[in-house]
């Protein structure tokens, strides 16, 4: 069974970076599509990015295209997000989600989770 988790958030300052990183254990990582996800309080959870299985294709939000970049690295079962030009509106728990049904931006379409990191920018 796959299983995710998620580290590299924490305190950043507005206009900074951070790479947020996705990584599995179990099954690989490269019979997935996998998604980035964020909560923030009182907020519904919303799509962030999504790549396919091989890495091939890649989809953002639309409100957020240019400021993140997801990859992955299937040889160590890992995905990542980096955010760059941080905002104060970019404070949330982020998720990294994995679905067999292609890369898409549906949570609903996610069946594995991982816990989240949160991610607070601030100065």
């Known amino acids: 069974q796959l299983r995710l988790a998620e580290s590299g958030g924490g305190l950043a300052q507005p206009g900074g970076s951070l790479t947020l990183s996705c990584s599995a254990t179990?099954?690989?990582?490269?019979?997935?599509?996998i998604g980035w996800f964020r909560q923030a309080p009182g907020k519904e959870r919303e799509g962030v990015s999504s790549?396919?299985?091989?890495?091939?294709?890649?989809m953002y939000a639309d409100s957020l295209k240019g400021r993140f970049t997801i990859w992955r690295d299937n040889i160590a079962d890992t995905a990542y997000l980096r955010i760059d030009s941080l905002k104060s509106e970019d404070t949330a728990v982020y998720y990294c989600?994995?679905?067999?049904?292609?890369?898409?931006?549906?949570?609903?379409?996610?069946?594995?989770w991982g816990h989240g990191t949160q991610v607070t920018v601030s100065s």
């Open positions: 989600a994995a679905t067999s049904s292609g890369d898409t931006l549906n949570p609903a379409l996610y069946s594995i």
């Open positions: 179990g099954i690989g990582l490269r019979y997935y599509a």
């Open positions: 790549i396919r299985n091989d890495g091939g294709h890649t």
